[in-house]
């Protein structure tokens, strides 16, 4: 509370100086002002990480003509996209790889592929019928 | 909150493309497989090899274009006999329903797990088999008993009565 308190008295007393400033201190507190602004808004773009890659300029990608609204967020989406083609890619890659070895092996045995695609004759075929019933 | 809505977007979409049939390819392979040529743009040589599969080509799914390319690449390696079994078997093998594909490479992956002696026995059991008639193949498949060769028919201990009484 004392802080406050504090801070509003000299907010105060700044307000009562205003008119007891000088013009040539005013206009150097001016071009102070200013000087702090414009360094403030230069690093805005610095934490813009998609605009400042996509334009390869941080600051002049976002005061330029090439300005991508929500390019962050289009580039996020961009790289989730091509990050989960590139994993169904490789699974696809996977699965055909394991296919086609079955395949290929299945479709050069000695026996047909009628004896394993009815369920019951290879069930059947299994079974040791050797033994007396 | 946020979190809870990211886990439960993350379930359904994990649910969503692992919910194939066991028959068909898994969704995530169908979308990451590019688009494979169709016939007219083959190689002459994978023309030659894939001939059986001509006339079905165009209508196949990428997912399956690209297995039998992968075959045809293979197929210069096999020996002549298993290159002749490969070609006789590859349209017939084409034609077959997913689920009977996919039963097939079931049953072939536990026939490989076999020990040679089973293997044998059951090869043996399907040439007799396979030289059976339409009529004992299916009653093979009712009682699940080869009938027994004609040659190998005894005398029953029993006569059959029933048989006997219309003469």
Do not use: C
Request: net charge positive; no cysteine; hydrophobic share 40%.
């Amino acid at each position: 509370m004392n802080e406050e308190r504090y801070a509003s008295r000299i907010r105060q007393a700044l307000n009562y100086g205003l008119n007891d400033i000088s013009p040539i201190a005013a206009r150097r507190l001016e071009a102070a002002r200013h000087l702090a602004l414009s360094k403030q808004k230069q690093k805005v773009p610095v934490l813009a990480l998609a605009g400042g890659l996509l334009s390869g300029n941080g600051s002049a990608a976002m005061r330029g003509p090439f300005h991508i609204p929500y390019a962050r967020q289009i580039f996020a989406v961009l790289a989730l996209l091509v990050g989960m083609w590139l994993s169904f890619y490789w699974h696809s890659v996977q699965y055909i790889n394991q296919i086609e070895e079955v395949d290929s092996a299945l479709l050069s045995d000695d026996l047909p592929p009628e004896a394993f695609f009815d369920d019951d004759i290879f069930e059947w075929l299994k079974t040791d019928d050797s033994s007396p019933d | 909150m946020a979190k809870n809505r990211r886990l439960i977007a993350g379930l359904i979409l994990g649910l969503v493309l692992s919910s194939t049939s066991l028959a068909q390819p898994p969704t995530t392979a169908i979308i990451g497989t590019p688009p494979q040529p169709g016939w007219s743009l083959l190689s002459t040589q994978q023309k030659i090899i894939l001939a059986p599969l001509a006339s079905d080509w165009d209508n196949m799914e990428n997912i399956r274009r690209k297995k039998w390319l992968g075959i045809a690449e293979r197929f210069p390696k096999m020996s002549p006999t298993d290159q002749a079994k490969v070609q006789e078997r590859m349209h017939e093998w084409a034609s077959l329903t997913p689920a009977q594909r996919a039963k097939a490479r079931d049953s072939y992956k536990e026939f490989n797990q076999l020990t040679p002696e089973k293997k044998q026995a059951l090869k043996e059991k399907w040439e007799t088999y396979s030289n059976l008639s339409e009529e004992e193949k299916q009653q093979v498949k009712q009682t699940k008993k080869l009938p027994r060769p004609a040659t190998s028919t005894t005398t029953p201990a029993n006569p059959p009565a029933e048989t006997a009484k219309p003469q």
